[in-house]
Each structure stands twice: as structure tokens, then as C-alpha cells.
């Protein structure tokens, strides 16, 4: 099975901010990976897919990089409504999906 | 309008049975494979199972292998989830949610869930 591991669990910023959360496969997985938002009580959101592509309608401040191993998504100018938990998600092994653990991003 | 619209969560004793209804809307149902996702209180996402657009290949995580059973009506456009033997760590707001894929780097297919339902939670407790 793929592991994925996301740094930091926590993470406090303020509006303005430029934002890194980094995600990591315990193996290869080329750039079969995905972000997603989730708020509160709500269903998660896509956010990037195939590691640096940007789903319609997500804002250009959030872009993804990476590939093999290691990943990182950048949000460059935190707005009010950017802070939420982020998770990535590989699809190497689709439909057999794995999540890392998740990312908060809060208040400072 | 795409929509997922789970359905058939409650409360259940340790040991029991549920099944889990997710009725799909706005696109063409059979063409897609779909998932049930899974979010314990305050904890992160799990990936449940899958099944393909046919329901013919179903897939399932090492924590539910056994006893829960994915499958899917394309004339109905519903998902199912049946989950028996249920235990306390089943505890959790389950999402359906549908695959989505697009060209990316290299000219493959890259998948990714694009829609998802609100989700319905399932608590198991005596």
C-alpha cells in the first residue's frame, strides 16, 4: 500500500501570507497526486489534480508541484477563506486511493 | 446540476448492519467509477471501496475487507454501501464520491474524485 505523509499537521498564518504544505509517497508515484480543501462540516473540494493542474474554478493563488516522491502545495496570498484542511491524495494506484493525514490551516 | 445525495446513516449497535445509499444526479451515471470515503470524528479521510462505471471490479480497504460490500444500480443511478459486522471504529461521516479524469503530463489519464456527496454519518455504539 502507498503511505502518504503531509507537513506540517498544524500550521498558523495570516491573511497574506504565501503557504506551503508539503505531502510525501512512500513511493514512486510520479505525478498521480491530488490536493483537496475541506471546511468544516463540509465535503471536501478539489482543489489540484495530476500533481500542478488546477481545477476549474479554484483560484490561481493555490498550484501544486512535484513529482516521484515528494509534492508541495502553495497557496501565494492566504485570503480569509483559504483557511481550512488540506489533504493530498494519490490516484497511482486508482481506484485504490490513500490520503495523507491532513494539514490545518488556522488564524494566526 | 452534478449531485450526490447520500443516504441511510443511523445509529447501530456493535455487530450490526446498514446500508448506505448515494443517489447520483446530472451526469451519466454507469460511465464513472465511484467511492465511498470515510471521516471518523476529528480524525482525516480513509478511502472505503470503489467500484468501476460497470460494477463489474469492486476494490476495498484492509479495514473494511470482509465486511462491507460496495455495488451499484446504473439503472437506478444509486451506489450502495452494505456494511455488516460493524464496529465502533466504523464510527464516521461516509462521503460518495464520484471519479473524475483528465489528460495530464506525459498525455496519461489522471483520476481524482470531483464530486462529492455531503455525506451521512454512521455511529456504532451500544
Known amino acids: 500500500d502507498i503511505q502518504m505523509t503531509q507537513s506540517p499537521s498544524s500550521l498558523s498564518a495570516s491573511v497574506g501570507d504565501r503557504v506551503t504544505i508539503t505531502c510525501r509517497a512512500s513511493?514512486?508515484?510520479?505525478?498521480?497526486l491530488n490536493w483537496y480543501q475541506q471546511k468544516p462540516g463540509k465535503a471536501p473540494k478539489l482543489l489540484i489534480y495530476?500533481?500542478?493542474s488546477l481545477q476549474s474554478g479554484v483560484p490561481s493563488r493555490f498550484s501544486g508541484s512535484g513529482s516521484g516522491t515528494d509534492f508541495t502545495l502553495t497557496i501565494s496570498s492566504l485570503q480569509p477563506e483559504d483557511f481550512a484542511t488540506y489533504y493530498c491524495?494519490?490516484?497511482?494506484?486508482?481506484?485504490?486511493?490513500?490520503f495523507g493525514q491532513g494539514t490545518k490551516l488556522e488564524i494566526k | 446540476e452534478v449531485q450526490l445525495v447520500e443516504s441511510g446513516g443511523g445509529l447501530v449497535q456493535p455487530g450490526g448492519s446498514l446500508r448506505l445509499s448515494c443517489a447520483a444526479s446530472?451526469?451519466?451515471?454507469?460511465?464513472?467509477?465511484m467511492s465511498w470515503v470515510r471521516q471518523a470524528p476529528g480524525k482525516g479521510l480513509e478511502w472505503v471501496s470503489a467500484?468501476?462505471?460497470?460494477?463489474?471490479?469492486?476494490y476495498y480497504a484492509d479495514s473494511v475487507k470482509g465486511r462491507f460490500t460496495i455495488s451499484r444500480d446504473n439503472s437506478k443511478n444509486t451506489l450502495y454501501l452494505q456494511m455488516n459486522s460493524l464496529r465502533a471504529e466504523d464510527t464516521a461521516v461516509y462521503y460518495c464520491?464520484?471519479?473524475?479524469?483528465?489528460?495530464?503530463?506525459?498525455?496519461?489519464?489522471?483520476?481524482?474524485?470531483?464530486?462529492w456527496g455531503k455525506g451521512t454519518t454512521v455511529t456504532v455504539s451500544s
Open positions: 464520491a464520484k471519479d473524475g479524469r483528465s489528460y495530464g503530463p506525459g498525455g496519461y489519464y489522471y483520476y481524482y474524485m470531483d464530486v
Open positions: 446530472g451526469f451519466t451515471f454507469s460511465s464513472y467509477a
Open positions: 467500484i468501476s462505471g460497470s460494477g463489474g471490479s469492486t
Open positions: 513511493q514512486s508515484i510520479s505525478s498521480y
Open positions: 495530476a500533481a500542478s
Open positions: 491524495q494519490q490516484s497511482y494506484s486508482t481506484p485504490m486511493y490513500s
